[in-house]
């Protein structure tokens, strides 16, 4: 295959790195079709697989000692991506929680970082030309340095198939682990957030997933027996402590994880609508994520206004999107993230869900009267003390009703004269 003119030139590429077949192909491909110096970046993001032997992997590949990066970005990730995602209560379509989405651009990121350090020409990176990765990592090399040539050899090369890549790869002394001999049964994505799966035994939305897949979470059927509570803390919107214990953003989210794990929960079979056009079918294990979720909304019903409450609410689906479609480094994100974070600042207390066969519920909440707007003396049945006159809700409801009134009577003259009351 011959090096696309756009392309020529490249001396040194930083290539996102994972020590798989896909990746270890393509940087030999990298190093044949260009002839160039290949700088391998993997970040550790939480996916819970010990990254230490795509070193020697790399090593193998050819690449120098200094130009291979292994990076542990956790702390990174949770701090600066997925809490201020949760802040938000994110959701696309209704149900995604956006684990893969939300880890591209702090790959990105990085990527570009290194290629400055290491005078790179350019970057590439393992996604195919059907699905939304491609776009994401792309849309934040751009955004972060608009000169940087991409190299995307899914779109470029003739290895078409996974049988393809295996040939190509035993001609090169590529090592192949025994089980991605012929076709595998589904590919999977990982990081501290969650897990996802799609493709083969996965593509007939209408069967089932089989029990094999899911890696993240135990059965539900099996989990125990007896509902587990725990309280989360919030300061300013983010979880920092649970069961009175502070934690370091990975480390809370790992030990969510951890008791999402053993109840069954974050489990989601979901047809989305890709941002290529396509619908997919994946299945998703989110278990940390999903309780967090649901304490950070129970915190927020205690502490936030009812009217910023509703403003993010119709807001959400508008970030939720751009996220998904790799719009992270985008001004209007980081409009909206502004926004987000301000309607934060009194997000503090502690809520105490119950955990039990997949299930999570918030079961109670508190908050210090410095951030409280929840009023006991004003919501109670029993003698309120004269804070709150019922007898003002009359004048509160015949307001509200006058629009609704003289419609009312205007429609009612319509049909005493017989005169149409709109098109049909």
């Not at 756009?6 to 190093?31: E, F, N, P, R």
């Not at 990121?109 to 792309?138: L, S």
Request: one cysteine or more; charged letters at 30%.
């Amino acid at each position: 295959m011959k090096t696309p003119l756009k392309h020529a030139g490249i001396k040194k590429v930083v290539l996102a790195y994972s020590g798989g077949l896909d990746t270890s192909v393509i940087l030999k491909w990298l190093q044949e079709e260009y002839g160039c110096e290949v700088v391998t970046f993997t970040a550790d993001l939480g996916q819970g697989e010990e990254l230490e032997p795509v070193r020697g992997k790399a090593r193998a590949a050819g690449v120098a000692e200094e130009h291979i990066f292994i990076e542990d970005l956790r702390e990174e990730f949770v701090r600066d991506y997925v809490f201020p995602m949760f802040r938000a209560n994110t959701v696309y379509e209704g149900q995604y929680l956006l684990g893969t989405a939300i880890a591209r651009p702090l790959i990105s990121k990085r990527q570009i970082e290194i290629a400055r350090e290491v005078g790179a020409d350019a970057v590439a990176h393992g996604a195919t030309g059907k699905g939304n990765d491609q776009v994401r990592f792309e849309l934040g090399y751009y955004a972060l340095d608009p000169d940087i040539a991409v190299i995307a050899p899914w779109r470029e090369w003739d290895l078409t198939s996974r049988t393809r890549l295996i040939e190509f790869a035993e001609a090169h002394d590529i090592p192949v682990a025994r089980d991605k001999r012929g076709e595998a049964p589904f590919s999977t994505d990982a990081n501290l957030l969650h897990t996802s799966s799609e493709g083969k035994v996965l593509e007939d939305p209408w069967d089932e997933v089989p029990d094999h897949v899911y890696s993240r979470t135990d059965n539900p059927e099996d989990a125990p027996d007896t509902p587990e509570y725990i309280v989360v803390g919030f300061e300013r919107g983010d979880p920092v402590s649970i069961d009175g214990e502070a934690m370091s953003p990975a480390t809370l989210l790992t030990a969510l994880n951890a008791h999402g794990k053993r109840h069954g929960i974050g489990r989601l079979d979901l047809v989305e609508n890709r941002f290529v056009g396509m619908k997919s079918r994946g299945m998703y294990e989110t278990p940390g994520g999903t309780i967090m979720l649901a304490a950070h909304r129970g915190i927020e019903q205690l502490t936030l206004d009812r009217g910023a409450m509703h403003l993010k609410d119709e807001l959400m689906p508008r970030y939720a999107e751009l996220i998904y479609n790799g719009l992270w480094f985008s001004p209007e994100r980081e409009m909206l993230q502004a926004l987000i974070d301000r309607s934060q600042a009194d997000v503090t207390g502690d809520v105490r869900l119950k955990l039990y066969k997949g299930s999570v519920q918030v079961v109670g909440r508190r908050a210090d009267v410095d951030f409280n707007l929840y009023s006991k003396d004003v919501v109670t049945f029993e003698d309120d003390a004269g804070s709150y006159d019922q007898k003002d809700a009359h004048g509160f409801i015949k307001l509200n009703a006058l629009r609704l009134q003289l419609l009312g009577r205007r429609n009612r003259e319509k049909i005493r004269k017989g005169t149409p009351q709109g098109r049909t």
